[in-house]
C-alpha cells in the first residue's frame, strides 16, 4: 500500500454500523463504507493527522453496538464508524506534543485516515523494539487492566490459588503468568482444547479445562481447588461466578473486570449465591481501567522488561484489512479467538 502524501485526497474505507444490535450480533450488522478525506489539517487547529495501523476488538464494542442507556460505555451511532483503541502513525501535526513519523496508541476510529481534533487521550509510543500491534493488547488497556485488577485489587501473595475465567483472552492470558510469576498456584478455563493447551503450555498455567466440558462447575472447580480459591479474576459472570462463590476461601478476593457471559442475554442471569460473600468474608471489587492510567509509566517500566527478557509471552489473533472488521469481531464475541484478536488496516 503506497503512503499517501499530506495534502492529497484519499479514499477512506470505514467500519460502519448498520443499526444498534439486538441479541447475538452478526457480520451483516456492520458494513465497510468507503468516503474521501482530504489529508490536510486546517488552519489555526491543534489537530494530528493520522494513519490508522491497528485496531483493538474487544468485548465491550458489543455493549456499545446496543441502544443503551444506564452504562459507562457510550453507544455507536448507526451509521457512524466503529471507534475504539488502536495504533496510528502521524502523518502532519499541529499539536506541540506530537509530530510527523510518531506512532501513538489510544482511542481511534476504525477507518484508514482520521483528522484527530483533541489528541490529548492519545499516548506517544517511545519503545518500539516491541512489536507495534502489542500497544492494542499487553502494552496498552488489557496490559493495564491485567496489572490493576490483579495487582491492585487483589494485593496478592506467594503461595495463594489463583483462578482466571476467559483465560486465554487479552487479559486472562496475562494476569495467569503475573500470578505464576508472584509464586501463585494458577488454574485457567476456556472453550476449547486448544485453548486450553495454550494456557499449559505457552502460558505456563498450572491447569487448565474447557468449561464446556464440565457439567458440574461446582465440582471441577472442587476438582481443581480443593483447598479452594484465594484470588478469582472475573471475565465472564453467570453460573462461572456463582460456582467461585462456593469455593472461595475465607478473606478472598474476586476482581470484577467482565462478565461476557451476559453481554447477549435480555434477561441476565440471577447469581444464587452472594450469601457466600458474607459467609467467606470475601471482597469482591468491579473497576474500570481508566481509573488506573496514572499507573501506566510505572506499567511500562514493569512490563517492558519481561517482554524484552521472554519472561512474558503474547499471543495475538490476527486479522488482515477493515474488509475482514466484521469477521474479526464476530469471532471474538462467539470466542473463536485464541489470544488478543487485532485487526490490521495498515502496516507500519
Not at 476456556?190 to 479445562?209: I, P, W, Y
Request: glycine share 10%.
Amino acid at each position: 500500500m503506497a503512503m499517501a502524501k499530506v495534502g492529497e485526497e484519499v479514499s477512506n474505507k470505514q467500519l460502519t454500523l448498520r443499526d444498534y444490535v439486538t441479541g447475538s450480533p452478526k457480520e451483516s450488522d456492520m458494513y465497510v463504507k468507503t468516503s474521501t478525506i482530504k489529508l490536510e489539517i486546517p488552519d489555526g487547529s491543534k489537530a494530528i493527522l493520522v494513519q490508522n495501523l491497528y485496531q483493538s476488538c474487544d468485548p465491550v464494542m458489543l455493549i456499545q453496538m446496543k441502544s443503551v442507556e444506564d452504562s459507562i460505555f457510550t453507544s455507536y451511532t448507526p451509521g457512524s464508524p466503529l471507534s475504539g483503541n488502536g495504533v496510528a502513525k502521524v502523518l502532519d501535526s499541529r499539536h506541540p506534543d506530537f509530530k510527523k513519523g510518531d506512532f501513538v496508541w489510544g482511542p481511534c476510529v476504525w477507518e484508514e485516515y482520521s483528522l484527530i481534533n483533541a489528541p490529548e487521550n492519545l499516548t506517544k509510543i517511545q519503545h518500539t523494539d516491541v512489536p507495534l500491534s502489542y500497544y492494542t493488547g499487553i502494552l496498552g488497556w488489557p496490559g493495564v487492566t491485567a496489572y490493576a485488577g490483579f495487582y491492585e485489587l487483589c494485593s496478592p501473595k506467594k503461595g495463594e490459588y489463583v483462578f482466571v475465567s476467559s483465560a486465554s483472552g487479552a487479559i486472562g492470558q496475562l494476569v495467569g503468568q503475573l500470578a505464576k510469576l508472584k509464586g501463585c498456584y494458577v488454574v485457567g478455563c476456556a472453550g476449547s482444547q486448544q485453548k486450553v493447551d495454550l494456557l499449559k503450555n505457552k502460558f505456563g498455567f498450572d491447569e487448565a479445562f474447557n468449561y464446556k466440558e464440565e457439567l458440574d462447575l461446582n465440582a471441577t472447580l472442587k476438582r481443581y481447588f480443593p483447598e479452594g480459591i484465594d484470588i478469582y479474576f472475573e471475565n465472564v459472570g453467570g453460573k462461572m461466578l456463582d460456582a467461585v462463590l462456593l469455593n472461595m476461601r475465607i478473606h478472598g478476593r474476586i476482581s470484577g473486570c467482565g462478565m461476557t457471559s451476559q453481554y447477549n442475554l435480555d434477561d441476565p442471569y440471577g447469581v444464587k449465591n452472594l450469601m457466600f460473600i458474607i459467609y467467606k468474608q470475601l471482597r469482591m471489587e468491579g473497576f474500570s481501567t481508566i481509573e488506573y492510567r496514572h499507573l501506566y509509566p510505572k506499567f511500562l517500566d514493569f512490563m517492558l522488561p519481561l517482554i524484552r527478557e521472554g519472561k512474558i509471552v503474547y499471543v495475538e489473533d490476527i486479522a488482515e484489512g477493515l474488509e475482514n472488521g466484521a469477521t474479526a469481531l464476530i469471532r471474538l464475541f462467539n470466542g473463536h479467538n485464541v489470544g488478543k484478536q487485532v485487526l490490521v488496516i495498515a502496516r507500519e
